[in-house]
């Protein structure tokens, strides 16, 4: 069964860092690209980052380049999001999802991040 | 605001059939057939319905089924049950973008 499990999340001020992660089961982790999309409160889904499968490849939507920085570690089966510089915009859950050609066949449950003084 | 336009609620009696429409424009929804659906209970995590714009994954029901015409793809979902109740939201490839998928705003399905 696959399984993505994200966890990190919380209350942060303006300004700081957060990052969060994500452990895969299930399946062959290292063949997939793999994507952070986020929902913030009474407003749709949003792409926040891809990842190629041996992280050699990776994109941003605009709103975070520059802040937000997509890794992996294939050998622990694990994704992460390196989030710095947040601002109140960026409040929303956070899930992981597995990219499967333009979709995203399996997703976690999310991590919830406030940014808030 | 998002990419893609999609109606905020749609209703339906148990046992009726709906259809949620999702327009983008000719660079995202009618340029492409990578058109996917979400179902997505409230605390839950979002499950794919459709992707490339009909095809469903193996375990969805197929009371679930979708189509595209022009810069419009729709959701129809027959024989509504009360488990259906959930948010919808639809995606789709674009070529416009730093990332390569544009969604659209969600929406929100109630079973009467």
């Known amino acids: 069964e696959v399984q993505l499990v994200e966890s990190g999340g919380g209350l942060v001020q303006p300004g700081g860092s957060l990052r969060l992660s994500c452990v895969a089961s299930?399946?062959?982790?290292?063949?997939?690209?793999m994507s952070w999309v986020r929902q913030a409160p009474g407003k749709g889904l949003e792409w926040v980052a891809n990842?190629?499968?041996?992280?050699?490849?990776?994109y941003y939507v605009d709103s975070v380049k520059g802040r937000f920085s997509i890794s992996r570690d294939n050998a622990k089966n694990s994704l992460y999001l390196q989030m710095t510089g947040l601002r109140a915009g960026d409040t929303a859950v956070y899930y992981c999802?597995?990219?499967?050609?333009?979709?995203?066949?399996?997703w976690g449950q999310g991590t919830l991040v406030t940014v808030s003084s | 605001q998002s990419a893609l336009t999609q109606p905020a609620s749609v209703s339906g009696s148990p046992g009726q059939s709906i259809t949620i429409s999702c327009t983008g424009t000719?660079?995202?929804?009618?340029?492409?057939?990578?058109v996917s659906w979400y179902q997505h209970h409230p605390g839950k995590a979002p499950k794919l319905m459709i992707y490339?714009?009909?095809n469903r994954p193996s375990g969805v029901s197929n009371r679930f089924s979708g189509s595209k015409s022009g810069n419009t793809a729709s959701l129809t979902i027959s024989g509504l049950q009360a488990e259906d109740e959930a948010d919808y939201h639809c995606?789709?490839?674009?070529?416009?973008?730093?990332?390569?998928?544009?969604f659209g705003g969600g929406t929100r399905l109630t079973v009467l």
């Open positions: 999802a597995r990219r499967h050609t333009v979709a995203t066949d399996y």
């Open positions: 299930g399946f062959t982790f290292s063949s997939y690209w």
């Open positions: 990842i190629k499968q041996d992280g050699s490849e990776r």
């Open positions: 000719s660079s995202d929804v009618g340029g492409y057939n990578y």
């Open positions: 490339e714009v009909s």
């Open positions: 995606s789709s490839f674009t070529m416009t973008r730093s990332l390569d998928v544009v």
